[in-house]
């Protein structure tokens, strides 16, 4: 069973659909108790940093999610947003993150002539650092993903870093510690190429 996080900020709909689509089971999770009793847990997220860290404040899920990623060593997975929220802190707010990979987020900057805009908007491949669980089935030559984000995490240990993304430059779009992993992307969205991803997630 996949517990999603729910803290009224993410894209929940979408990923419980496709979750129904490659016939996982999946619920939503609200309370720190539903967070301690899950067996893997997925992170979402969409909109500001802050925002989203103040939520989870606020419902009393960060030490409950912190126990589980660092105690109870489930497998866990931060998608879009809830990615950068697995790092230290970001650019774009001041807040500090949940800390369970040490890594930041910092702005896309290009110069003013560039065609390339903010945010990064749209199908990219990822390109696989290491072996995972989490890519079994997944080829350069097909892991295309959706995205849509301003900000990229920077890990401080490359070893962190399981795969990157080519926008102005290579750019880290997954992140994996152990039993903790982020996507950039949004795997709900990406037709088969999320599909396999969350399988993947749901047999770790």
């Known amino acids: 069973m996949i517990s999603v996080v729910d803290y009224g900020v993410g894209n929940l709909g979408s990923i419980l659909n ?16 539903d967070v301690l009793a899950a067996d893997k847990l ?5 909109g500001a940093f802050d925002v989203a860290m103040q939520e989870l404040a606020r419902r009393e899920l960060i030490e409950p999610l912190k126990h589980q990623a660092l105690q109870a ?7 879009c947003l809830g990615m950068q929220l697995l790092g230290h802190g970001s650019d774009e707010g001041k807040l500090p993150g949940l800390g369970l990979i040490d890594a930041r987020c910092h702005l896309f900057r290009f110069p003013a002539d560039s065609r ?17 669980p989490i890519l079994a089935g997944l080829t350069e030559q097909q892991s295309r ?12 240990d490359p070893q962190d870093s ?43």
């Open 18 to 33: 496709m979750f129904r689509k490659i016939n996982v089971p999946a619920k939503l999770v609200t309370t720190p108790q």
């Open 42 to 46: 997925l992170l979402p997220g969409v």
């Open 73 to 79: 060593r489930i497998p866990i997975l931060g998608i």
């Open 116 to 132: 390339l805009k903010v945010p990064h908007m749209g199908w990219n491949l990822i390109y696989p650092e290491r072996e995972s």
């Open 145 to 156: 993903f959706y995205f849509v984000h301003s900000y990229r995490v920077v890990c401080a």
């Open 162 to 204: 399981l795969a990157k993304t080519d926008y102005g430059g290579k750019f880290t779009s997954m992140v994996q510690r152990g039993n903790v992993i982020g996507a950039q992307f949004h795997p709900e969205k990406s037709h088969r190429f999320g599909m396999q991803l969350l399988r993947n997630f749901a047999g770790m």
